[in-house]
């Protein structure tokens, strides 16, 4: 009677394959894992010797556990079976369902491939069924049951406790423990995958951490301000952040900070610099507000810092305090354009400013009124002769000719009452200065000179400009008056320097001559200046012939 068909061998055989498969999901780890799957192939299968052979990422196969012999785990664990040599074994042998037998027949063309092996020769069988030292026995362990499943490994087992080969049972049992070995180890990888993707999270954790406190300690105690704002979205600009120095700087807490965005706190001429600044994450020099109203020079560096999903999200902004270099270079600024001595805009000053209303072009009053009432009325053949289309005509003047620049027009002097307004230019001379200062003293003339140019701009308007040109020469630049204005203002500017001046309990007078010139687009600042200063010598020998008594 065939033993192996028996109810209770069946039954002994399914407990012994219950506890060892229940002993591969105990295992902790992958390693663990594995030599229980050798483990159960000799306790609860029955034979002597099991290798586990464990696909490696390449491909090949690696004995990673073996079960039966001290001397054969010492001789075969971590030797490694190619691929190629592997799938030969696993077509060549016979199919006993999913497990792969060759004899010692067929054996004997394997022993020079680079498998690890143990195999010895031995007697020939003295039964159809002996087990033979040569015969192999391989139970591939897949993925899935499915067709075309993952191959993650192979069990091999030798010396069947029998002494004969499995029966169908016997194969059974090995195919059944081969998938349940396979779960098991695939499920040991996702464990070990999944314990290994914990450490990196936490260790990247903990790096995010520590770098997030390396940036807020070094954006809270550095020493010059840095602000934190949003971008996009409602809230576009807004401070999220701002670090002591910040605070500091602006006279505002750390909670009234997160009220504003930059474009409330930045004086109203540099808000388009900011916002331009903020947009290409550049640097800017504008001013800030402080809590007193006062403002102060600062320097923005802007950084964006950019979200990987939703693009660029905050703005990261260094804050300089320039105050103290930039009263410097305002204090250069206007000792090139001031006189040191009254303080007045200077010569290269005055015909800066001149430069700045002149154009090369002369301009036809005529000509102008006539374009400007073209305008008004509309677009005419006569235009349309001249190759001005609708696009042109709807343009601004400057696009057929006329640029946006103010023209400046002298007004006819011959005919007061159709002169019109333009930019007067009086050129002052002292009369009788030289006198005092070869009397008494460069000290003397200075203070002299100190209290005319005092007396001239208390006299002109707020834009007038009132301007040394040098010496004992002043020159005025007076725009919107007419010829008749002109004169009454070089009367009152006369007046207020003709007054006696106290100096050091001394009182000296000097008188002063006015040329009035008129600027005209077409003209250059020194032409202006050379016809007012020609004018105020024509006055000046006219009051010397008429007899008139100098101050000094």
């Known amino acids: 009677m065939d033993t192996e068909s028996e109810p209770y061998v069946r039954l002994a055989t399914l407990r012994q394959l219950h506890q060892v498969v229940a002993d591969l999901n105990t295992a902790r780890s992958l390693a663990d894992t594995l030599q ?13 010797l099991a290798a586990v052979n464990l696909v490696r990422p390449d491909g090949d196969l690696i004995v990673a556990a073996f079960a039966g012999s001290a001397a054969g785990e010492a001789l075969l664990a ?30 004997w063309v394997l022993i020079d491939d680079d498998v690890p092996q143990w195999h010895t020769e031995g007697p020939l069988p003295r039964f159809a069924d002996e087990w033979h030292p040569g015969d192999r026995l ?14 993650i490994g ?47 999270l936490e260790r990247d954790q903990q790096a995010l951490r520590a770098s997030e406190e390396s ?10 301000g840095m602000a934190i704002a949003e971008m996009g979205g409602d809230q576009h600009g807004k401070l999220l952040r701002a670090n002591d120095a910040l605070c500091r700087l602006l006279g505002r807490s750390a909670s009234t900070m997160r009220r504003y965005s930059f474009s409330d706190l930045v004086h109203p001429e540099d808000v388009g610099l900011l916002l331009r600044t903020s947009a290409e994450g550049g640097r800017a020099e504008l001013r800030l507000a402080r809590r007193d109203g006062t403002y102060v020079w600062a320097s ?16 990261l902004t260094h804050v300089e305090d320039i105050e103290e270099r930039k009263g410097r270079e305002l204090q250069l600024a206007h000792r090139a354009s001031h006189d040191s001595l009254t303080g007045l805009p200077n010569s290269a000053e005055l015909r800066a400013r001149l430069s700045a209303r002149l154009c090369a072009r002369p301009q036809d009053r005529d000509a102008r009124d006539a374009a400007l009432a073209a305008e008004a009325e509309g677009p005419d053949e006569f235009a349309f002769s001249y190759g001005y289309g609708p696009e042109e005509l709807a343009s601004p003047l400057d696009a057929i000719g006329y640029d946006s620049h103010s023209h400046v027009t002298a007004p006819d002097e011959n005919d007061p009452e159709t002169a019109g307004k333009g930019l007067a230019v009086l050129f002052c001379d002292l009369d009788g200065f030289k006198s005092i200062n ?55 500017l006369r007046n207020a320097i003709i007054p006696p001046i106290r100096v050091d309990g001394r009182a000296v007078r000097v008188g002063a001559s006015f040329g ?37």
């Not at 940036?215 to 010059?224: D, H, L, T, W």
């Not at 209290?451 to 308007?461: C, N, P, Y």
Request: proline share 4%; charged share 25%.
């Open 438 to 492: 070869d009397r008494f003293g460069h000290h003397t003339g200075d203070a002299v000179l100190i209290e005319v140019a005092r007396r001239l701009t208390g006299a002109v308007r707020d834009g007038d400009t009132v301007a040394r040109l040098g010496g004992d020469e002043f020159v005025v630049l007076a725009d919107g008056l007419a010829p008749a204005d002109a004169a009454d203002l070089s009367v009152r």
């Open 138 to 151: 391989y139970a591939p362990m897949y993925s899935s049951q499915s067709v075309g499943s993952e191959l």
């Open 154 to 200: 192979v069990i091999s087992v030798d010396r069947p406790a029998s002494g004969r080969h499995p029966g169908p049972w016997g194969c059974e049992a090995l195919q059944m423990y081969a998938f349940q070995a396979g779960i098991a180890i695939s499920n040991a990888r996702l464990r070990a995958n999944m314990q290994r993707a914990l450490v990196r």
């Open 36 to 48: 229980a799957v050798a483990d159960g192939v000799v306790r609860g299968l029955g034979y002597e």
């Open 516 to 552: 009035i010139g008129w600027a005209g687009c077409g003209m250059t600042a020194e032409e202006v200046l050379h016809s007012a200063d020609q004018r105020m010598y024509v006055e000046k020998r006219s009051r010397s012939r008429s007899g008139h008594r100098r101050a000094g």
């Open 300 to 315: 923005l560096r802007n950084s964006v810092v950019a979200d990987t999903a939703d693009g660029p999200r905050f703005l």
């Open 78 to 107: 971590g030797r490694i079976g190619s691929r190629t040599a592997w799938e030969r074994r696993l077509t060549m042998g016979e199919r006993w369902g999913t497990l792969r037998f060759i004899p010692h027949t067929e054996g």
């Open 215 to 224: 940036f807020r300690q070094a954006f809270e105690y550095a020493p010059s």
